[in-house]
């Protein structure tokens, strides 16, 4: 099974400021990884799937990198409504599909 | 507009059974694939099973194989989950997901999810 390590667990940024999350596979996934944003009692809204394509409707403050077993979400600007929490996933050597514990995005 | 909307939770005893429904519209359900996820009270998120589009390959997570059934109706636009034995630890929102496209995991459409209480 792939394990999904994200860091940090929690982020503390201010509106406007620049956000990194991690996501660290325990093997090789390719380019095989999404992430989610989750907003509480929400149902998940994919982002960013094969590492780096933004899903429909997303907006280009979002950008994904990374292959192998290093991923980054980037938020170049941080928007009130992107304090959330986010997910990273794997689907590259399945079953099972797997989540990373997510990290929590918070206003400073 | 592409639409999932999952159904049929509800509180259960331990050992006790409850079946789940998701119903689909918007877009050709017997070309997606289609997942169960779920996700207990204050934590992650965790697949919990998977379902091809013409309902032959079917997968799940080792916590639920053997106690669970996944399965669709694709005259109806609807998928299932059968639970059986249900445990504690299976409380959770369930929510059904939707591929992205083909054996596509990504999951681009989720339903709003609903609650399994399993307890005594």
């Known amino acids: 099974e792939v394990v999904l390590t994200q860091s940090p667990a929690t982020l503390s940024l201010s509106p406007g400021e620049r956000a990194t999350l991690s996501c660290r596979a325990s093997?090789?996934?390719?380019?095989?990884l999404a992430w989610y944003q989750q907003k509480p009692g929400q149902a998940p809204r994919l982002l960013i799937y094969?590492?780096?394509n933004r899903a429909t409707g997303i907006p280009a403050r979002f950008s994904g990198s990374g292959s192998g077993t290093d991923f980054t979400l980037t938020i170049s600007s941080l928007e009130p409504e992107d304090f959330a929490v986010y997910y990273c996933q794997q689907r590259y050597n399945w079953p099972p599909i797997t989540f990373g514990q997510g990290t929590r995005l918070d206003i400073k | 507009e592409v639409q999932v909307l999952d159904s049929g939770g509800g509180l259960v005893q331990p050992g006790g059974s409850l079946r789940l429904s998701c119903a689909a519209s918007g877009f050709t359900f017997s070309s997606y694939i289609m997942s169960w996820v779920r996700q207990a009270p204050g934590k992650g998120l965790e697949w919990v099973s998977a379902?091809?589009?013409?309902?032959?390959?079917?997968f799940y997570a080792d916590s639920v194989k053997g106690r669970f059934t996944i399965s669709r109706d694709n005259s109806k636009n609807t998928l299932y989950l059968q639970m059986n034995s249900l445990r504690v630890e299976d409380t959770a929102v369930y929510y059904c997901a939707k591929g992205q496209g083909g054996t596509n995991n990504w999951f681009d459409s989720w339903g709003q999810g609903t609650l399994v209480t399993v307890s005594s």
């Open positions: 094969d590492a780096s």
């Open positions: 379902i091809g589009g013409s309902g032959d390959n079917i």
């Open positions: 093997q090789s996934v390719s380019s095989y």
